[in-house]
């Protein structure tokens, strides 16, 4: 957990059911995603690499900055949208529990 100037993040191992289908293609499927809550966004499933089609993706020239967890890299699926999951590989200290699991935009529950 941390808390900046009103800010809080939470990274807590979750036990739903999350699958990533994108146009008809199971990307992930896991029983073991870790939930992480932000101040101001909703909750992200961080989906351990594991239990992702990584062989499906490809990463992309896209990087983004986090002060509060760091720098994400993104991926995208060939021939389907563009940078449609990300991760962090070296994540700020509080938020260790994320480093290479990656985060999709859109994710089934159940």
Do not use: N
Request: net charge negative; hydrophobic share 35%; charged share 25%.
């Amino acid at each position: 957990m941390t808390a900046t100037r009103g800010h809080h993040i939470e990274v807590t191992q979750g036990t739903d059911h999350i699958r990533v289908v994108v146009d008809g293609r199971l990307l992930a499927d896991t029983r073991r995603p870790l939930l992480l809550t932000e101040t101001g966004y909703p909750v992200r499933y961080y989906l351990p690499p594991e239990d992702v089609r990584t062989d499906l993706l490809v990463p992309s020239d896209t990087h983004t900055a986090c002060p509060f967890k760091g720098t994400a890299s993104y991926w995208s699926l060939p021939g389907g949208p563009e940078d449609i999951a990300w991760a962090y590989p070296e994540p700020h200290p509080e938020v260790a529990g994320i480093k290479d699991h990656l985060c999709f935009y859109e994710v089934e529950l159940g």
